[in-house]
């Protein structure tokens, strides 16, 4: 590094931490605006945790595919769907192995790629960003059995896979949106679906808690048995795999997915907080699934007063929720205005997933104070919110959160879908946004192990420690 004799005179007047803290933010400062620099930076600089992505979707497509090639699947060539079985009555179906053999493998793994994530975007996509989006996660759900349904060890390839990538990009913690519980539901009668609904539509709130309650109590039994069954699955596989060391740990959430009836939903997240209760790898609890699904929006309220109730009954479980995952043209104005507050407020989430519709909130001054004041961290996820919302730039609250002081973490959500990683999250960080210092960032950094769900003390002291001793590494390599 190569300084002037003022600003090193001016340096040497400071104490010893903030001189060290002034060169490593003016290094910052002079390769900001080269994404290369920027680049090699960050992908050195130990980033602790990625608190915010979800299995399926941070697996690279690349990897489904070759499960399903090696497997010699069906694929459609015309609609590039990939299957065990063909559909009957088609000639449109071919296998892998015929592919090959005609030499138009290559050709269809291109294709196949483009249409299981965003490479190379719009090409030869047929649905906008948000749809091609989520549609991708249909296209390899069959390929995915590989990595799936069935048996919790089919899971194995993609955990390491998880596991390979964050220690290659210095991540040491990551925190997993993984699987639902895979639990037969318990069968209740489809009237409460009604009920629900029309307290819902009245916002009776207390006469909500007391149904949930007799929901709960015709499903506790059958439940319980089966998510200390499947924490007990998961517990083994993660053992077996050795996917933790010294220098990473990995931990679980489970989740429920928003856009089915409110019984179902509720019944998910009740073998939810049961799994997280059963077992100390199943750190929390979260909601996924476009938020601005008919059936999402209709029933976001109502899912809030399901997190409160379980709140109640398991007061140890933590939840994240994606909310504010929205933004101003995607649905009616006044949708905009509520949905982050109602996550904090009513369902009392710890953390909030994008909360990207802020300025649209009813209040975002207030709503931030609260945020900072009950420790509420937001997690930002960069490349997500400009592919799926088309939100990037002065457009994103990330500036707001960090005014008000919000604690903040820096997650991918989809990085295979999305073909990107964690580095490029902190690249897109320092470049859009100037005013983040080095020493922020670093303060970002060690965030994502602070509002990590970790319970166990003595793991999260370990991981601080170890994330400190690699930032003194890391910082003598830049300031040599
Ligand atoms: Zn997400």
């Known amino acids: 590094m190569r300084y002037g004799l003022s600003f090193l005179l001016c340096i040497l007047l400071l104490p010893l931490v903030a001189q060290h803290d002034s060169l490593l933010n003016a290094y910052l400062a002079s390769i900001r ?49 990939v299957s065990t079985t063909p559909a009957p009555k088609t000639s449109d179906w071919e296998r892998f192995s015929t592919l090959e053999k005609q030499g138009l493998l290559d050709l269809y793994r291109e ?33 995915k059995s590989d990595f799936g349904p069935g ?49 819902q539509q009245q916002k009776k709130s207390d006469a909500l808690q007391d149904t949930l309650a007799i929901l709960y109590n015709k499903i506790d039994v059958s ?3 089966c998510a200390a069954a499947y924490a007990g699955l998961l517990e ?42 059963a077992s100390p790898l199943i750190v929390g609890v979260n909601i996924v699934a476009p938020e601005n699904d008919p059936v999402s929006m209709r029933d976001y309220w109502l899912h809030m007063e399901m997190f409160r109730f379980l709140h109640h009954l398991f ?37 909030i997933g994008h909360g990207v519709d802020l300025a649209y909130e009813t209040n975002p001054y207030a709503l931030l104070d609260s945020m900072r ?7 930002i996820n960069l490349s997500s919110n400009e592919f799926i919302l088309g939100v990037k730039d002065g457009r994103h609250p990330i500036s707001l959160y960090r005014r008000f002081d919000v604690p903040m973490v820096i997650s991918t959500d ?62 003598e390599r830049v300031l040599r």
Not at 257 to 269: A, D, G, M, N
Not at 320 to 349: C, D, K, N, Q, Y
Not at 449 to 468: C, G, I, M, T
Request: negative net charge.
């Open 33 to 81: 605006d080269n994404p290369a620099e920027l680049t090699a930076f960050f992908q050195q600089m130990p980033k602790g945790g990625d608190l915010h992505h979800h299995y399926s979707g941070s697996i690279y497509a690349e990897s489904y595919l070759q499960a399903a090639i090696d497997s010699n699947f069906w694929v459609n060539m015309v609609t590039l769907e």
């Open 111 to 143: 294709k196949i790629l483009r249409s299981w994530s965003v490479k190379d975007y719009p090409f030869q996509a047929d649905l906008p960003p948000d749809q091609h989006f989520f549609a991708t996660f249909g296209r390899f759900s069959e390929a």
């Open 151 to 199: 048996s919790l060890s089919s899971f194995a390839a993609g955990l390491l896979e998880l596991k390979h990538r964050a220690v290659l990009e210095n991540v040491q913690y990551i925190e997993t949106m993984f699987t639902g519980v895979r639990c037969p539901e318990a069968v209740l009668p489809n009237r409460y679906n009604g009920i629900l609904e029309n307290l």
């Open 223 to 225: 439940s319980n048995a």
């Open 236 to 277: 083994s596989l993660h053992d077996s795999l050795q996917i933790d060391d010294d220098h990473f740990t990995l931990r679980y959430q489970t989740f429920a997915v928003r856009t089915v009836p409110p019984v179902q939903v509720f019944t998910r997240l009740v073998a939810c907080f049961m799994a997280a209760e």
């Open 315 to 351: 007061p140890n479980v933590k939840y994240a929720m994606h909310a504010g995952e929205l933004t101003l043209g995607m649905v009616p104005p006044e949708e905009l205005s509520w949905h982050i507050s109602e996550a904090v407020f009513r369902a009392g989430a710890r953390r």
């Open 373 to 379: 004041q009950r420790g509420v961290a937001i997690e």
């Open 414 to 475: 989809d990085a295979g879908v999305l073909r990107s990683n964690l580095t490029e999250q902190y690249v897109l960080l320092a470049t859009r946004y100037p005013e983040f210092s080095y020493t922020e960032i670093r303060e970002l950094v060690f965030n994502s192990v602070h509002y990590s769900f970790v319970e166990d003390n003595a793991l999260k002291a370990s991981l601080l420690a170890r994330l400190e001793a690699q930032f003194g590494a890391f910082e």
